[in-house]
């Protein structure tokens, strides 16, 4: 038996994560796993329910899993509260560390059938299959802050500190990942400007002489940005810091046809956290629009890399490239002569076409 966290959250989390749990039930149904979900408050839902963003009780429970399926945090409704409530703020980040989940892994490949979704032409996207590893503890997003007054006005002030330790780490890991890939990795960074850059370099390159199998190439930030869209099929794993990744693995997605098909795993702990790449989506919630084609993928994702249920995992892709193949797609995925449909048909078809495929 598996036991799973189950974060809903805000805006249209509630409507994709029960369609990534019909996936899993179908699994086990197949397989003879028993999967025991047991839902928790985070974000600003649990704001409004509790006055926290992150619940003593949903971070025990998240402790106590071996995995967590989280949907979407934050919202509009929330923006105006001190910086220390706000749901991404107050309940992602701490989530993170807490859980020491430092490397998140955000795959980005296209499906055959959704090569015309995307607004690139199909001869630059076909065929790609990037993974981005994205240091997820570090970095600006977790240093000091502060504001204060000038003559010049108020002044706000973020810190970005790496230590070469937080580097090696998702580095090696990232060579690691390279070498049962590809054999090809990409660090990403701003070392002609940034001094945490430079480190970053100086660490990786260091790195690199440990694994000669794996061809190590630097690239700068905004040429990386650049190449996702020129030419996106030169890249294999992808490795950067918080900051650059956050940003670069929203562009990767539009490679994919839309944000709604990528999912992601963040890594480092015992327990692995595992969600869309896509925020909470308030102007769709509510409306069944929403495509939960990514937080079905990252229930896969789950599989493996928390379960080791390799073969449960290829089940949910198959599935799902199935389901594509057929026509079948939600409205940011659209095309005329498809079928659309809502998030819950959506989630249906992906759990029938897992019950109706041979083991």
Not at 97 to 117: Q, S
Request: charged share 25%.
């Amino acid at each position: 038996m598996y036991r799973i966290a189950v974060l809903p959250g805000d805006g249209i989390g509630a409507e994709i994560v029960p369609e990534a749990v019909k996936a899993l039930q179908a699994i086990g149904e197949k397989y003879g796993h028993r999967f025991d979900f047991q839902e928790g408050l985070v974000g600003g839902t649990a704001i409004d329910a509790v006055g926290k963003p992150l619940p003593d009780e949903t971070l025990k429970l998240c402790q106590e899993s071996q995995a967590v399926l989280l949907g979407a945090i934050g919202g509009p409704k929330w923006e105006d509260l001190a910086v220390e409530l706000r749901p991404e703020v107050g309940a992602l980040l701490p989530l993170r560390k807490h859980l020491g989940l430092y490397a998140n892994l955000r795959p980005a490949f296209l499906f055959p059938d959704l090569v015309e979704a995307s607004t690139l032409k199909p001869e630059v996207i076909r065929d790609i299959d990037i993974l981005v590893v994205r240091e997820l503890t570090g970095g600006l997003y977790f240093g000091e802050k502060s504001r204060k007054q000038s003559e010049e006005g108020e002044i706000a002030v973020d810190v970005c500190t790496y230590s070469d330790m937080e580097i090696e780490r998702i580095c090696r890991l990232a060579f690691e990942i390279a070498r049962k890939r590809r054999k090809h990795l990409t660090s990403v960074d701003k070392a002609n400007v940034i001094e945490t850059s430079r480190l970053w370099r100086e660490v990786v390159s260091r790195l690199a002489a440990e694994y000669p199998d794996v061809e190590l190439t630097h690239m700068y930030v905004d040429n990386c940005a650049m190449q996702l869209i020129r030419h996106p099929r030169q890249f294999d794993v992808i490795v950067t810091e918080n900051l650059f990744g956050d940003i670069l693995t929203d562009e990767a997605s539009m490679l994919t046809g839309s944000i709604g098909m990528l999912p992601s795993a963040s890594l480092g702990g015992a327990v692995g956290l595992y969600e869309p790449s896509h925020g909470s989506a308030p102007d769709i919630a509510g409306q069944k629009k929403a495509n939960p084609l990514a937080t079905i993928l990252s229930a896969a994702m789950m599989l493996e890399y928390s379960f080791n249920l390799v073969e449960e995992a290829r089940e949910i892709e198959d599935a799902v490239r199935l389901v594509l193949s057929e026509g079948y797609r939600t409205p940011d995925i659209f095309e005329e002569g498809r079928i659309q449909v809502n998030t819950q048909q959506m989630g249906d078809l992906v759990a029938r076409k897992i019950r109706e495929r041979g083991k």
